[in-house]
């Protein structure tokens, strides 16, 4: 099984109530190979919520206690983001999932790529919480940009991965 940000998928969870929809993600879904799940939300936020970042360092420095999530307006919701880092997990486990495809950038689903919690647009190498933990347990994981037929091959088999690819099937 795939886990893919339920954002990708075309669900309105980001922090400023909309989606990054990618026309894949809604086909994986509908073609029951892949799950969604939106840590923000697992972990109680709303849609829209004020946006957060990683303070101190990047998601794997949260998971051991060095770093921060903190919202734009000063508040604190490291634990929040750490509950539902877990909760992902543990969906990914009972799932057997082995590749996530998760929102660049995001404090808990960036891959490559966090903002550095100065809320001034600047980026830094690293993953988000989720991503991290995903990652310390032996789950693959790539950003939204890396969602490709090519990159989803080795995961699917072919009769899917020829449905994908037909014009026929449309999100």
């Known amino acids: 099984m795939i886990l893919i940000s339920a954002c990708l998928a ?10 990054a ?4 993600a809604v086909k994986l879904v509908a ?3 892949a799950i969604t799940v939106c840590p923000e939300i697992m972990g109680g936020l709303k849609t829209p919520r004020t946006p957060a970042e990683i303070q101190g360092g990047t998601g794997d420095d949260v998971l051991a206690g060095r770093a921060r999530v ?3 307006d000063g508040v604190d919701v490291t634990k929040r983001y750490l509950v539902s880092a877990h909760r992902v997990l543990q969906i990914a486990q009972n799932n057997d999932v082995q590749v996530a ?11 490559k790529l966090v ?22 347990n ?5 950003g939204d940009e890396d969602l490709t037929i090519d990159t989803l091959r080795p995961y699917l088999d072919q009769g899917t991965v020829d449905l994908l690819g037909n014009d026929n099937l449309r999100s």
Do not use: E, M, W
Not at 10 to 17: E, H, L
Not at 21 to 24: E, F, M
Not at 115 to 136: C, E, K, M, N
């Open 10 to 19: 075309g669900f309105n969870v980001r922090y400023d109530g909309g989606n």
């Open 115 to 136: 903002y550095d919690g100065s809320f001034s647009g600047r980026r830094i190498p690293g993953f988000g919480v989720t991503a991290a933990l995903l990652h310390q």
């Open 70 to 72: 903190v919202s734009r």
């Open 138 to 142: 032996g789950i693959t994981v790539f």
């Open 31 to 33: 073609l029951g190979k």
């Open 21 to 24: 929809q990618n026309n894949l």
């Open 101 to 111: 495809f998760l929102k660049q950038k995001s404090p808990a689903c960036g891959t």
